[in-house]
């Protein structure tokens, strides 16, 4: 099994700062099998970045994705106050499909 | 417009049964792996099951294998979750979820609540 670590657990930023959230693979992974997905509270998670760096339909450009092998990084070049959320990364090459804990994202 | 909408959670005593559907419209369901996760309350997201689009291979993971059955009817549109022998830690919102051929899980659900309470 592939286990998701992420980090920092929280982030606590201000609107307009950068957000750097990092997961990393117990073995390498296929980027083209690597995704980002948002959780706000109350609702079910939303498809942000898969394939590594590819955004989902929909997604702003200030969301991107980058990475490959065990290091993977997800980015938000400019917080909205609707990005303060939770983050899961996820590979999905193979069973068992396996996410990360969690990187909640928190206005300072 | 796509969506995929659960049911059947509920409040269930330990050790009983609950089974869980997934209502899909607005695609080609026939054409999807369709997945189940839970997320414990405050928790993380975990993967339970997989199905593959034609109904031909179902993979459990290892915390429920012999107790969770995945299955669907495509002539339903509908997925479903079996789940026997319910334990307190079973406590989850269940969400169903797509993947197009190895593609991420895109769509979700909205998840439906079990709790496990006696």
């Known amino acids: 099994e592939i286990v998701l670590t992420q980090s920092p657990g929280t982030l606590s930023l201000s609107p307009g700062e950068r957000a750097t959230l990092s997961c990393r693979a117990s073995?390498?992974?296929?980027?083209?099998?690597f995704a980002w997905y948002q959780q706000k509270p109350g609702q079910a998670p939303r498809l942000l970045i898969y394939?590594?760096?590819s955004r989902a339909t929909g997604i702003p450009d200030r969301f991107s994705g980058s990475g490959s092998g065990t290091d993977f990084t997800l980015t938000i070049t400019r917080l909205e106050p609707e990005d303060f959320a939770v983050y899961y990364c996820?590979?999905?090459?193979?069973?068992?499909?396996?996410f990360g804990h969690g990187t909640k994202v928190e206005i300072k | 417009q796509v969506h995929l909408v659960e049911s059947g959670g509920g409040v269930v005593q330990p050790g009983t049964s609950l089974r869980l559907s997934c209502a899909a419209s607005?695609?080609?369901?026939?054409?999807?792996?369709m997945h189940w996760v839970r997320q414990a309350p405050g928790k993380g997201l975990e993967w339970l099951a997989v199905?593959?689009?034609?109904?031909?291979?179902?993979i459990h993971a290892d915390s429920v294998q012999g107790r969770f059955t995945i299955s669907r009817d495509n002539s339903r549109n509908t997925l479903y979750l079996e789940m026997n022998s319910l334990r307190v830690e079973d406590t989850a919102v269940y969400y169903c979820a797509g993947d197009e051929g190895g593609r991420p899980f895109d769509p979700w659900g909205q998840g439906t609540l079990v709790t496990v309470s006696s």
């Open positions: 996820q590979q999905y090459k193979s069973s068992p499909w396996t």
């Open positions: 073995q390498s992974v296929s980027s083209s099998y």
């Open positions: 607005g695609f080609t369901f026939r054409r999807y792996g």
């Open positions: 394939g590594t760096s």
């Open positions: 199905i593959w689009s034609d109904g031909s291979k179902k």
